[in-house]
């Protein structure tokens, strides 16, 4: 049924049915209470019908489309964007060295993927590397933030190279340092809203409290400082917020910086510059966490899962604690992969000419689908798309009628969730629902992956175009 997700509640009749009678709950009470208080994500009921759509097509059932169109992640390779040669070359050489002694590979490929590999223990990728990252490409990576930051310091001692920045942040290690699971009243941190529903989760089970403030959806999803305000005094009581977590363009650095032990997050934007160009006393006493990863920008490499973080002005007793945390090395292939990254081919480089004109089309693909999605979405009355100034997602308002909203509560499903579902099942599109990340009560939203080919992108919007012109004739 639609409203389950395979989720083994004892509850439910469907879980109960496929799986046969739960009869020990002695398991399930043992569990974690946090881990229990976790919220179940909407979208594991749009992910399992997807896969059972794609075996039906499989089978030859007929339906209005051939394959399904997931843009529900922020994937660009999934969506079909392709690979950056560089970058395929260079791992390529590194997991078979004898790929260099032939011709086919540039010579600037040959000579990234040597030093390289003389890098790794017993000169292979399929070797253990320090925790922290392999100390030549921490360096790499030390010296990129030096360039992207203007000349601000930054010393490789507080870089850890991570299997990609929600690893960092959320799994085991940031969050953990700043959450107090025994502490009364409990931990507080501040997240935006919207936000990566996995953000959530980790706070859920770490026992710690999510406290929202809402980004301006009118001013194109800006950061208010009275918001952040806003959300602080309603912590009053319930905990002790000790974290600001930003995912988003803006400049909060000056609220509540007083507090030593607020942490700033970023992704895109580098608040360490900007509280650099605060100055003294500030810049050098609050404490920032901020992280950067291999699978978003022009690289995409998702499936690599390597990040770092960078951590500034924080106590050194703590930092002993973050040695610990993160003694987990990243795998080897996703720190080389982050090594291209950080040092791309330059002009004069044999491999920069390529490099120019693959990194130029993604970014000209990418430019024609922001004008396409806004022109296309904006034209819909029931619809409201925000200018799309950055990041690889499209986040649009819907507005449902009252007969989908009742339609949607009867199969037991948020009304984006049901949009969705109704998407997929007629258009083949997988997108995510706005209720995954959080939204203003009493709206109603969708998000999909606008890194596409233009192709794609044109074949997504001439889908959603015609299912929701007729979804909007069903429930008038």
Known sequence: PLNCSGHQEPSCSHCVGQRGKITDMSVLQEISSNVRNIKQMEYFVLFRRTNQIKEELRQGVRKSYREVIDVSWGDPHRAGVKPLSFVRQVLAACLYPQLMDGDKLMVDVKQRAQRLLETCAGGSVGSYSDTAGIPQ????????????DGGVPCHPENIYITPGSQWALTVTNILKVLVNSEASPRTGVLIPVPCHSTTIVSLTALGAVAVPYYLSEERGWALE???????LDSAKGVCNPVALYIINPGNPIMFKAGNRRSFFFYEFVSYKRALA???APLSDTVELASFHTASKGLMGECGLRAGYVELVNLDPAVMKYIDNLFSNSCPVLGQVA???MVNPPQ???PSYPLYLKETQHIRASLAENVRRVEEVINSFPSFSCQSLEGGAFAFPRVFLPPKAIEKAKEAGLQPDTFYCMRLLEEAGLLFSPGTEYGQMEGTYHIRFC?????DTMEEILK????????????FA
Do not use: N
């Not at 490409?137 to 992207?148: A, G, N, T």
């Not at 400082?225 to 959300?231: D, F």
């Not at 606008?450 to 233009?454: D, F, R, V, Y």
């Open 463 to 474: 889908r959603l175009s015609t299912f929701h012109k007729q979804f909007m004739r069903e």
């Open 347 to 349: 002009p004069g480089d």
């Open 450 to 454: 606008i890194m596409t080919p233009t």
């Open 225 to 231: 400082v009275e918001m952040l305000q806003q959300a």
């Open 137 to 148: 490409i921490i360096q790499s990576v030390s010296e990129y933030i030096l360039r992207r």
């Open 338 to 340: 982050l090594d291209v």
């Open 277 to 279: 160009e605060i100055g």
